[in-house]
């Protein structure tokens, strides 16, 4: 039996360990494959479509936590990857304390970024017609524009000598009316003061034209600018086209002007849901609460409700001061078309609701 030499031993053992050495690598190569690729997936975003989500990075609050803060909120996939990242492009220690709204449908590099850069205070609020002091406020209050409250506890009396609309005969003590629908950029905890500057250098320029040097008489009265916006909340609420809002108009006049009253319903959905509209919990009138114990209810009180009863849009106001001249004195709303459909008597009023309401 040939046993191998001393130089093929060594041959074989070299062999070994160029296998061994081969075999390593791979495997190095495979795991360095593996982290990569799991490293890569744990930056990508979580959310597929856009969900934004606020945080807020606390002063002195250590990277670890700031990254695991980030992944529990569901903003980024891997606070680990977060941390390893932030170390390899040196952002580590650049993190910026504030209160951010993160979108989850954005990486996490972009998500590292925009905490390098720092909180954006500034939110862009979109106010539709027809939402009311209270729902404005709830609504800048959910955003952290202001703390709540503070807008509808405001008193215009504190700046109304800056505002010609605010110094007149009318006595304004509500903003109500005056903060026009619009989009409107604000900063995260703002003063109030500012806020209420903004809205009402808006509507000076946006409305307060308009109302200016324009009458409209209903019987022996003619209307304040006040009771024009008042009108105009209530028309905001009646017709969902603008051009119904015309018509609705001229039947209200018609009717303020026999002392008939109005019956409109959504403003006792003011007065019963405290003055909110859009975050009423309970927006319908059922046939009882016609009976309302409110000035508001223009069912029990002919004329017009104290005040507006929301905020409306340019249209609504150019319908109170150009109303439609007709002999109605009744409409309704089709459920299924949102048309104004009129009546001139009580009798085609009745008709109609049978026709169109089913009642």
């Not at 809205?199 to 006040?226: A, C, E, M, Q, Y």
């Not at 849901?273 to 009180?301: A, Q, R």
């Amino acid at each position: 039996m040939e046993t191998p030499s001393a130089g093929n031993y060594y041959i074989l053992i070299k062999k070994e360990k160029r296998a061994l050495m081969y075999g390593a690598f791979f495997i190095l190569v495979f795991l360095l494959i593996f982290f990569i690729g799991y490293f890569c997936s744990a930056l990508f975003p979580v959310s597929k479509t856009s969900d934004i989500k606020n945080i807020e990075i606390k002063e002195n609050e250590g990277f670890g936590q700031i990254s695991m803060d980030l992944e529990r909120s569901g903003i980024i996939r891997s606070g680990l990857a977060f941390q390893i990242f932030s170390l390899l492009s040196g952002s580590a220690h650049k993190l910026k304390p504030g209160d951010y709204s993160l979108d989850a449908s954005l990486s996490a590099p972009y998500i590292l970024n925009a905490i390098v850069a720092g909180p954006d205070m500034e939110r862009r609020v979109v106010i539709p017609p027809g939402f009311t002091l209270l729902d404005i406020d709830k609504k800048l209050s959910d955003i952290g524009i202001l703390t709540p409250g503070t807008l509808a506890g405001f008193d215009p009396r504190i700046i109304k000598n800056s505002y010609e609309f605010l110094n007149s005969s009318d006595n304004v003590l509500s903003l109500e009316g005056y903060l026009f629908p619009d989009t409107y950029n604000f900063l995260l905890k703002s003063d109030p003061k500012d806020v209420v500057k903004k809205f009402l250098d808006n509507f000076s320029i946006k409305v307060w034209p308009h109302l200016t040097g324009r009458t409209v008489i209903t019987g022996k009265n003619t209307l304040s600018p006040l009771q024009v916006l008042t009108v105009a909340s209530l028309i905001e609420k009646e017709a969902y086209f603008d051009n119904d809002r015309p018509l609705v108009a001229g039947i209200i006049y018609n009717r303020l002007r026999i002392g008939m009253p109005l019956q409109i319903d959504a403003a006792i959905i003011y007065a019963k849901c405290g003055g909110f509209m859009f975050y009423c919990n309970d927006p319908i009138v059922l046939k009882n609460e016609t009976k309302y114990s409110s000035p508001y209810n223009t069912y029990l009180f002919p004329g017009l409700p104290p005040g507006p009863i929301g905020n409306p849009g340019l249209e609504s106001i150019e319908a109170a001061l150009n109303p439609q001249s007709s002999d109605f004195l009744y409409y309704i709303s089709d459920p299924k078309t949102h048309k104004i459909i009129p009546s001139k008597t009580l009798d085609e009023q009745n008709n109609n609701r049978i026709k169109y309401l089913g009642i």
